[in-house]
């Protein structure tokens, strides 16, 4: 693991994201201490595009049914507005 002050931090920044990147982990330091690490994020599993559409299914099924007329509401709605 890799060390760096501040300032070289600054004047590297680039290159050291680039060695975090590649899975290098760096740590910065202040006047010799550890003050923070530099690592990759993990980014979010993929969840494929037909298990994704099976769980918003579920989700709709789950909630209430509600009997709504749209044109109605969207009415009301613009009419508060408008008060």
Request: aromatic share 6%.
């Given at each position: 693991m890799a060390s760096y002050s501040v300032a070289e931090a600054k004047n590297r920044f680039t290159a050291?994201?680039?060695a975090v990147e590649?899975?290098?982990k760096v740590v910065i330091t202040r006047r010799g201490t550890p003050v923070a690490t530099l690592n990759a994020i993990q980014p979010p599993p993929r969840v494929p595009v037909a298990e994704a559409l099976e769980r918003?299914?579920?989700l709709r099924e789950s909630l209430p049914q509600q009997d709504v007329?749209?044109?109605d509401a969207?009415?009301?709605m613009r009419e508060a507005d408008h008060r």
């Open positions: 050291l994201l680039g590649r899975g290098e918003l299914r579920r007329d749209w044109v969207v009415r009301e």
